[in-house]
């Protein structure tokens, strides 16, 4: 009985699978694509194009459906002047907002800040992790362990070094003059907290990038360099910073897509409404005004800016490799 | 250091031996560190190596003082010292405080592996299409494929947050209400696809590295073009898979926006780790040593993974990052 119904088992597995076999490659490979093609389009390109659209209606915060009537770029409009009704401003050109709980501005400079700082420390990670000692493997261990962390683990950190009850860093940052009284709680501060918590997390993924890098690099160039008298530091400067430009460049561009996006280290910390950042934008529009068409506006602006930061990178890129060769 | 050991170096290291001079110790480091270079720049590097080790581990090691400090005491957490010692807070996060910890766990383990097996098989297929097949549309759909990877999860949240509260009569059977929201499919669909294109392109280098000959050989043998890859090329591309599987298992248990965002936050609907340890930040009080706690316990999966794996981390993230 149980090895009939295997049987027919087999048979009914065997039949699209011999069906499979009979098309032709292309048909295959379009088959075989099909699964994670259906989950992109689930989660990503359909969203898109549905944040998009709902991004033209206006917002219907007392009816049952969150979307009203046809409006146009009007959110667009209002977002860019600073005149929009969420509880953060995405830019205001009057510059009557605060920079810094300015969404644009806060997140680009989150991002530009902690990619130099990430990009200045990974580089030097990566120079002692490029240096043959005993024990580099536990070096490298410690090094890269931050990477791994929770975000949410990195976030309680941070937020009990800088709680006033138990922190120990709100004092010392006071006794030097930086912080207010209470830093969790005030944009700048905040914004710095979040920004070294960043930069304690993230430096590892740029010095295991510009590792690779580096020891991709022709070790005989060093040799020569050496036996021409060249300086450690006119190694580094004639023969390391020219050939890992391309790879670095490449680091950054990963590194400033993922800064662009910073949500969760700000949620669990300071919260979104100390340092409004565009993703925080957008779930503060959604969940607390329920301005869900305003949200989307947001979310496809953000979408709009990466998109160009993009295109600022490739632009770099394809000009440092054609100054290469 | 070779250069120590060339004749002429040490000839002049020699000369360069002062006459006694009645100099302090900083003075006498710092001519030493003048008349041989390569000692200083030796020495700047224990320094830079110790700076960072300090840096990145420090943060962890007071954490750990927070959660040993008594609730009580909690005002008196050192730069180095705890201000109390309280062992027993890491069992008194699981049975304690109403906060059901182990459940929230359970929750993110089964969020992280049901996500890395759907991962790891989409990426398997897609993997293979890339590596080692020819076809019209290829870079297209490859460019497609990296350019998911650069938007913000916060530009699909919107129209995917509407998708999982909509009622579908097809899922009754399975969901209470019919709708995807409070249940760990919420998180594991969203944050598979985000994290997908990462294992295709790991993937995809190491399967387009198997000899065509063996994949015609399992061809010649009888198996069918599917059973070649899951018998043939995935199993000898076995670090590749695991690669790609420890990186998924990680960044998906490390994932905020989605996983914070598409349950309620109670642990009975699939709330992951996340709720659990800002559960502990209550309404009136602020449970700061079993939050410390709380994040210890959460962490070790991870670092342990780090440990054991680190050679794989390495080089998965080096190849998904630099792959254009």
């Known amino acids: 009985m149980s090895t009939d119904t295997d049987r027919t088992n087999a048979r009914l597995l065997a039949r699209p699978l011999n069906w499979l076999e009979t098309r032709s490659d292309a048909v295959f490979a379009y088959l075989l694509l099909g699964p994670a093609f259906l989950l992109l389009a689930v989660v990503a390109f359909f969203p898109l194009i549905q944040t998009f659209r709902f991004s033209l209606r206006a917002d219907a915060i007392l009816s049952a459906d969150p979307f009203g009537e046809f409006i146009g770029f009007e959110h667009y409009v209002e977002l860019l002047t600073g005149e929009t009704l969420l509880p953060q401003q995405f830019l205001d050109p009057s510059f009557q907002t605060p920079i810094l709980q300015q969404a644009l501005f806060a997140t680009l400079a989150f991002a530009i800040l902690s990619v130099l700082l990430e990009t200045a420390i990974g580089f030097g990670q990566a120079l002692i992790l490029d240096q043959d000692f005993r024990g580099r493997r536990w070096v490298r261990v410690a090094i890269i362990i931050p990477y791994a962390i929770p975000i949410v683990i990195q976030a309680m950190i941070f937020y009990l070094m800088f709680s006033t009850r138990v922190g120990f860093a709100t004092e010392f940052m006071q006794s030097i003059g930086v912080f207010g009284s209470n830093p969790l709680s005030t944009t700048t501060d905040s914004f710095l907290i979040v920004l070294v918590a960043d930069v304690w997390k993230t430096s590892a993924f740029m010095a295991l990038l510009i590792l690779a890098g580096l020891q991709s690099i022709d070790r005989q160039l060093y040799d020569v360099a050496k036996v021409t008298g060249a300086s450690p530091w006119q190694r580094f400067k004639y023969i390391t910073l020219p050939l890992i430009s391309g790879p670095l460049l490449v680091a950054m561009l990963f590194r400033t897509m993922d800064a662009m996006r910073i949500y969760g280290l700000i949620d669990a910390t300071a919260g979104c409404q100390t340092v409004p950042s565009m993703s925080c934008l957008v779930v503060t529009a959604f969940n607390e005004t329920r301005r869900w068409a305003s949200a989307s506006a947001v979310a496809f602006l953000t979408a709009v800016v990466i998109s160009v930061l993009v295109l600022l990178y490739l632009l770099g890129l394809r000009d440092s490799e054609s100054g290469l060769t | ?324």
């Open chain 2, 1 to 324: 250091m070779s250069d120590s050991e060339h004749p002429d170096l040490a000839a002049q290291e020699q000369m360069d031996e002062e006459p006694e001079l009645d100099r302090g110790v900083v003075e006498a480091w710092a001519a030493r560190m003048i008349s041989n270079p390569d000692r200083a720049y030796k020495s700047a590097f224990y320094v830079a190596t110790i700076f960072f080790l300090v840096t990145t581990l420090f943060p962890f090691y007071w954490l750990l003082m927070v959660a040993l400090t008594p609730s009580n005491d909690l005002n008196q957490v050192g730069v180095l010292t705890p201000g109390g010692f309280n062992p027993g807070v890491f069992v008194d996060v699981f049975l304690e405080y109403g906060v059901p910890f182990q459940r929230f766990l359970f929750n993110s383990f089964l969020i992280a592996v049901v996500s890395t097996v759907l991962v790891l098989f989409v990426a398997s297929l897609a993997g293979y299409v890339f590596g080692r097949l020819q076809f019209r549309g290829k870079n297209v759909m490859l460019l497609a494929v990296l350019v998911v990877s650069f938007f913000p999860p916060a530009a699909f949240f919107v129209p995917l947050n509407r998708l999982f509260n909509t009622n579908f009569d097809v899922l009754r059977p399975l969901m209470a209400d019919g709708s995807l929201y409070n249940t760990p499919y919420a998180i594991i669909i969203p944050v598979s696809a985000l994290y997908l294109p990462l294992s295709i392109f790991i993937l995809m280098t190491f399967y387009s590295q198997i000899p065509d000959g063996l994949e015609d050989a399992a061809r010649v043998e009888g198996t069918t073009r599917i059973g070649a890859l899951f018998r043939v090329i995935a199993p000898l591309s076995a670090p590749g898979v695991a690669t790609a599987g420890v990186l998924t298992f990680i960044t998906v248990y490390n994932e905020y926006f989605f996983s914070s965002l598409m349950t309620s936050g109670a642990a009975k609907d699939w709330g992951p780790m996340l709720e659990g340890i800002l559960a502990f930040r209550g309404q009136y009080e602020v449970l700061f040593n079993v939050m410390g706690a709380a994040s210890i316990i959460a962490v070790l999966p991870v670092a342990i993974l780090v440990i054991v794996a680190q050679d794989k981390i390495v080089s998965g993230l080096t190849q998904g990052g630099l792959k254009e």
